[in-house]
C-alpha cells in the first residue's frame, strides 16, 4: 500500500500518533454487489429477510433489498485500518446513527476525518460517515488506539 500522505511512514504501520493533525482525513468507496450482500449475512449470521429475499423486502417501507448497515460500518473499518490512522490502529469505540438505505448497486464512500487527538492516552476521534452520491447514509464518530513513534 502506498500514501501520499505526509507522515505516513510504510505499508506494515500506518501514522503514528505524532504524525496525526486535526482535519486530516482518508476514504473508501465501494459498489455494493449481490454477493457482498450474500457473503455479508453468511459471515455474520444476520439472515434478516430485508437484506435476503426480494419478495418480503418489497413490501417493507424499503420497497426492495437493502444493504446491512454494518456493512458500511465495515468500509469505515477499512478506512482506519488501512488508510488513516491505517496499519496498527486499534478500534476502540464506534457510534453510529444509520440514516438512509443502501441498495445493491450503489456506490458507499466511507470518510474518515480526525476530530480530536488525545496525545496521553493514544486516542484519536474521528467523525465517520458514509455517503452515496451526496447523501449521508450513516454518520456517527469513532475512537482509535495509536502507536506513538518512541513508546
Do not use: W
Request: glycine share 8%.
Amino acid at each position: 500500500m502506498y500514501s501520499t500522505h505526509e507522515g505516513y511512514n510504510d505499508s506494515i504501520h500506518g501514522y503514528y500518533l505524532e504524525d496525526l493533525k486535526i482535519g486530516m482525513s482518508a476514504s473508501h468507496a465501494k459498489t455494493v454487489t449481490e454477493t457482498d450482500v450474500v457473503m455479508f449475512a453468511g459471515l455474520t449470521g444476520d439472515n434478516n429477510p430485508v437484506h435476503c429475499n426480494e419478495v418480503f423486502a418489497a413490501k417493507t417501507q424499503f420497497g426492495s433489498r437493502i444493504a446491512h448497515g454494518m456493512f458500511c460500518a465495515g468500509l469505515i473499518s477499512c478506512v482506519a485500518g488501512t488508510r488513516l490512522p491505517g496499519p496498527g490502529c486499534i478500534y476502540v469505540d464506534q457510534h453510529l446513527r444509520f440514516k438512509a438505505p443502501v441498495r445493491i448497486g450503489d456506490t458507499v464512500t466511507a470518510v474518515c476525518t480526525v476530530q480530536e487527538i488525545n496525545q496521553e492516552r493514544r486516542r484519536v476521534i474521528m467523525n465517520t460517515i458514509c455517503t452515496v452520491q451526496d447523501k449521508v447514509v450513516v454518520e456517527g464518530s469513532a475512537t482509535f488506539l495509536v502507536s506513538r513513534r518512541n513508546p
